[in-house]
């Protein structure tokens, strides 16, 4: 089959198509012939060599994927060869063929098209598990995402305004702004001409954010610690702005803050199964119904993986970059 490797750790260019066996699919897996796969930051991360590939997956970057169920161990799983569906995998997803555990796969939602539904896995798992499982976003709190024009962000924005939640983003332009506040955020913030710190308190009523979305850390932290509510929790996903800071701990104890943070990558496949489900019960049906709709800014024919991955480089999008495989 085709597929695109990472030659050396570096620029774009290291990305090539090259000819790989198929996927040796292991026990619970499917194999998914690739019509679609989403480009996301980690696989930058993963060609510059700073995201190791975890111990058994592909080298072959690639964490989302939608495309046809063609073979595999579908028993138990619902679905049946031939189903439609798109995929969260732990690698291999810019390739023509690409092995999923059944229980990472959803269905193609009814009226998305393939290439819309490759977008969805790595940021919906993503986005439900640290804002529904690890924060508890719920009720009429309100939500912070910082990086509201990623792709993180723009799924953040979109599902928890569709689930009820108030929305405030943080983005690095004004037109990125604009563009969280089409997705449902009640304001966007541009953080290098605003103090998001200002502007959140100023929303709330001087209370703050209830639950922050984070993926920019260092000196952040110390910043959001200001503008979150009491009994407020803060999830980092991600350190573009530095895996260090200092931050005034009496605050974390007399407002009884929360920080956390995870990595989807890692997690078992029993995890991501159990976030699958409650997908597929929460939030497959706002996909369905429109509420929540498909951000994609650009997609690219899989050959051309470099101009993908030096189009995220250059952080002009809003939503997701994308490759098309067949
Ligand atoms: N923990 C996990 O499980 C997990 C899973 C998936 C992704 N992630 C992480 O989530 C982040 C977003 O991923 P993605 O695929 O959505 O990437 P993406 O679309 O490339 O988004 C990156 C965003 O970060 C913003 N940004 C960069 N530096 C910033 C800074 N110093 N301050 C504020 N914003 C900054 C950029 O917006 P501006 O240009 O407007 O600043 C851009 O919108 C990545 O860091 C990724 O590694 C984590």
Known sequence: MQAIEITHPGAPDVLKICERPM?????????IKVHAAGVNRPDVLQRTGNYPVPPGA????????????????????GFKIGDRVCALVQGGGYAEYCAAPAAQCLPVPKGWSMLEAA????????????????????????????????????????????LGHRV???????????ACEALGAERG???????FVEVVKSL????????????????????EIECMADDGR???IALLGGAKGTIDFGQILRRRLTVTGSTLRPRPVAFKQMVADKLRARVWPLLESGQIKPVIFQSFPLAEA????????TSTHVGKIMLTVA
């Open 23 to 31: 996927p040796a699919l292991k026990a619970g897996e499917v194999l």
């Open 58 to 77: 592909s080298d072959i970057p690639g964490l989302e994927v939608a495309g046809e169920i063609i073979d595999g161990d579908v028993s138990g799983s």
């Open 234 to 236: 803060l999830v980092i």
């Open 168 to 178: 405030i983003a943080t983005a690095g332009t004004d037109d990125k702004c604009r």
């Open 306 to 313: 470099a101009a993908a991955h030096t189009l995220m480089e």
């Open 119 to 162: 977008s969805l896995p790595e940021t919906f798992f993503t986005v439900y598990s640290n804002l529904f499982e690890r924060a508890r976003l719920s009720g009429d709190e309100v939500l912070l995402v910082q990086g509201g024009s990623s792709g993180i962000g723009v799924t953040a924005i979109q599902m928890a305004h569709a």
């Open 204 to 223: 709330t009523g001087g209370k703050g954010a209830d639950v922050i979305l984070d993926m920019v850390a260092g000196d952040y932290v110390a910043r």
């Open 189 to 195: 913030i541009n953080y290098r001409t605003e103090d």
